[in-house]
């Protein structure tokens, strides 16, 4: 019989602690610089690239120093309408927002210039090639624009190495090779990886090994 494993593992980190860098000390330097009323930020960039880790980062900063943060992304259901007091707003993934979402994401964008707000926006593209609706990209390309670089190899072994470590999993060197090679380099499916990875593991009371790996993969069909 298996054991059915209790959510007692550690949830996700997300802090520019944790963050490296790669290629994208820049923008990472300006996030980390950004105060309220400053033109708005764009960061663009194929998935895995570390969008939304940044936007978590960047949100766990604020509130941290006590600012209320609003997060929408095509998740989050309508309506859309900003904390009480905010001080930064921020908008995932943008080419992902239905006509309704992106309705929302121009008033909230208003609402921001209003009241003084940082804004924060990531998308896959830069806003003037994003198939939205021409008011929000007009706005979500005013300011900065940034486009994050996927991580390289050795800065993405020592990511997934740390997560890993923070996990408590002996992640050998060949169950590293085995996921960096039979999948695609995307940091934040990797991740996803290693949490279904440390589950079976746990649930399987079985040490992290490339035969594992294979076992979970086959027996969840993916």
């Not at 663009?44 to 690239?49: E, F, K, L, M, P």
């Not at 604020?62 to 997060?71: C, E, K, L, R, Y």
Request: hydrophobic residues 45%.
């Amino acid at each position: 019989m298996k054991q059915i494993p209790l959510a007692l593992g550690p949830e996700p980190h997300y802090s520019f602690d944790n963050l490296l860098p790669g290629a994208n000390e820049a923008a990472l330097a300006h996030l980390l610089s950004l105060r309220p009323g400053e033109p708005p930020v764009f960061l663009w960039g194929q998935a895995g690239c570390g969008k939304t880790h940044v936007l978590r980062a960047l949100a766990q900063s604020w509130q941290a120093a006590g600012a209320q943060v609003g997060w929408y992304d095509a998740e989050t259901p309508l309506p859309w309408e900003l904390p009480a007091h905010p001080s930064l707003l921020l908008l995932d993934d943008c080419d992902r927002f239905d006509p309704g979402q992106q309705h929302a994401a121009f008033t909230l964008f208003v609402e921001a210039a209003t009241l003084g707000l940082a804004v924060v926006s990531t998308g896959v593209a830069p806003p003037i090639d994003l198939e939205l609706r021409e008011d929000l990209r007009t706005r979500l390309g005013w300011g900065p624009t940034y486009a994050l670089q996927p991580l390289p190899e050795g800065e993405m072994r020592a990511a997934l190495r740390r997560e890993a470590d923070r996990r408590g999993i002996v992640l050998s060197d060949e169950v590293m090779d085995y996921l960096l090679t039979r999948f695609a380099r995307d940091l934040k499916h990797l991740m996803g990886l290693l949490d279904r990875l440390d589950e079976f593991a746990l649930a399987n009371k079985r040490a992290v090994t490339v035969p594992l790996l294979r076992q979970m993969l086959l027996d969840q069909g993916s």
